[in-house]
């Protein structure tokens, strides 16, 4: 998240017109090979998968999805084993509450994710197989801009708001490629298994970057997009264990938070500053147990945050054997929710984005229209480096985008750095298709190591969601931030911005 910005595991880079350019370039090839590759492709009968594919957005324009066939297998456990789903897909970015690390125990079956493209395929050989494999492809584009209040020529003037960090610009956020194969958990008479390989690129793939993938993109190239692959992991489901156990393995999204960085898992476009500056991705193992209709606990070992397997220690202090652990209540009513985890935890030594997380959510629906969602964490790193310090002699010396330092206090030569916040969501449905949502958070960095500033921050902001089809989804927003103790905003220049934004995300 070069020139003195940063990303939500503190690194910093610049903007170039040249890397806008090669984006741009790099989406517009991207869909016209995805339209060629499709149009080449034999269907067995009738309309041609192009056809298909742009059919299918036409159809379902203005449209919630259909109605669930009463006549097709199920698709959840009855509610004497698991709660109702507590909302749906549109107005929100979720149907179930939020949690990380596994597929929901007994509401995920396979062929059950894919859109446009897999209907194109559909009569295909090729679609065929995959269908009977239970392998979909999918994914999206996700691309938006935005307007602020400052004022520095510098594109990264809006920093340290996360994610747009650039003011006054238009950007390719991510497009988004999932082959993946989702385990039955519905069923409980036998063993399954599935996988997802994900690839990212556009300018988010900064706040992705797990050190020792690619990461020549960030920290000697200092590329302002790039591509990452934020998800490589197979899943094993047992329904034999308690009431069914799900065990994850490879690279994942970290279990804690509200928000993601995929853009269809969130409400608004802009992320919260709770978001930006915690752990993202883990590399590990993860195992899920459902105990009962209620509850399910987690547990996971790692290696370390946002490193890879193969990076040794030498190169990030924090690639060491690391723990998570959580749980997880579901009311009856499923009205209520509580997710409790620790994340990333070892000896906390002060490591590339070594960070040890300690926090929890709560979700609560009112009724139908309404639900809130909350969060709060801290989190802390040891034996930081004061700023007077520099980075000589560390492993990250000769990076682009080191790590931040910490501000210690006056004669210390490193100290713990810690950070808390505390953030909620209020969300009303208007339609079925469209949702507003509030955002209020706290977010207090004490010892400046996240964000390049010691000092707290307040944020504000109202967005709201329309879906023009289950597949398109447009997202204007307006944000106000403020830094309470320092002016953080502008190159240094205010204590205050305002941030009008939108995005769209299309799905194929």
């Not at 449209?63 to 897909?89: F, G, M, V």
């Amino acid at each position: 998240m070069e020139d003195s910005v940063v990303d939500g595991r503190s690194r910093r880079w610049s903007l170039t017109i040249g890397g806008r350019a090669q984006l741009l370039a790099s989406a517009a090839v991207a869909l016209v090979v995805t339209l060629f590759l499709i149009s080449c492709a034999s269907a067995a009968e009738g309309l041609s998968p192009l056809e298909i594919f742009i059919k299918s957005y036409v159809d379902e324009w203005g449209k919630p999805p259909p109605a669930s066939d009463p006549n097709a297998p199920p698709t959840r456990w009855p509610t004497t084993l698991l709660p109702p789903q507590p909302e749906t897909i549109p107005p929100y970015p979720f149907s179930e509450w939020p949690f990380g690390g596994a597929s929901a125990i007994g509401a995920t079956v396979p062929n059950s994710q894919g859109g446009a493209l897999m209907k194109a395929l559909a009569p295909t050989d090729s679609g065929k197989w995959l269908k009977d494999n239970h392998i979909e492809i999918y994914g999206w584009v996700n691309a938006g801009g935005n307007i602020s209040t400052a004022t520095d020529p510098k594109k990264n003037a809006n920093f340290p708001a996360a994610y747009m960090y650039s003011a006054d610009t238009f950007e390719l956020d991510q497009a988004v490629l999932y082959i993946e194969r989702l385990p039955n958990t519905v069923q409980r008479d036998h063993i399954d298994w599935g996988f997802r390989i994900s690839a990212l690129y556009g300018e988010n793939y900064r706040y992705t970057t797990s050190l020792g993938i690619a990461t020549y993109q960030l920290q000697t190239l200092n590329n302002f997009q790039g591509y990452d692959f934020p998800m490589l992991y197979g899943e094993l489901y047992i329904p034999w264990i308690a009431q069914g156990m799900l065990i994850r393995a490879g690279r994942f999204i970290s279990v804690p938070d509200i928000e993601a960085q995929l853009a269809p898992n969130n409400y608004m476009y802009s992320h919260s500053f709770t978001y930006g500056y915690d752990n993202y991705t883990n590399t590990g193992i993860n195992a899920a147990i459902q105990l009962n209709k209620n509850w399910m606990v987690q547990v996971g070992i790692l290696d370390g945050t946002e490193v890879a397997l193969w990076v040794p220690p030498s190169k990030d202090p924090g690639k060491q054997p690391t723990l998570e652990a959580c749980v997880r209540w579901v009311s009856n009513s499923a009205y209520d929710s509580v997710y409790i985890c620790a994340d990333g935890i070892n000896n906390g030594t002060w490591g590339y984005n070594n960070l040890q997380w300690y926090g929890a959510t709560y979700y609560h629906k009112f009724d139908e229209r309404w639900h809130l969602s909350a969060e709060y964490w801290h989190i802390h790193q040891d034996n930081v480096l004061d700023v007077s310090q520099g980075y000589a002699g560390t492993p990250w010396s000769t990076f682009r985008n080191p790590p931040f330092e910490a501000h210690c206090n006056p004669g210390q030569i490193q100290c713990t750095a810690q950070e808390w916040s505390t953030l909620a969501y209020l969300n009303y449905k208007f339609t079925p298709m469209d949702n507003v949502t509030w955002r209020v958070e706290y977010f207090d960095d004490q010892n400046g190591q996240r964000t390049g500033f010691k000092t707290a921050y307040f944020n504000y902001a109202i967005g709201w969601q329309h879906w023009f089809s289950p597949s398109v989804t447009f997202r204007p927003e307006v944000a106000w931030y403020n830094s309470l103790d320092t002016k953080a905003f502008d190159n240094g220049k205010s204590d205050r911005l305002t941030v009008f934004a939108a995005d769209i995300i299309w799905h194929f």
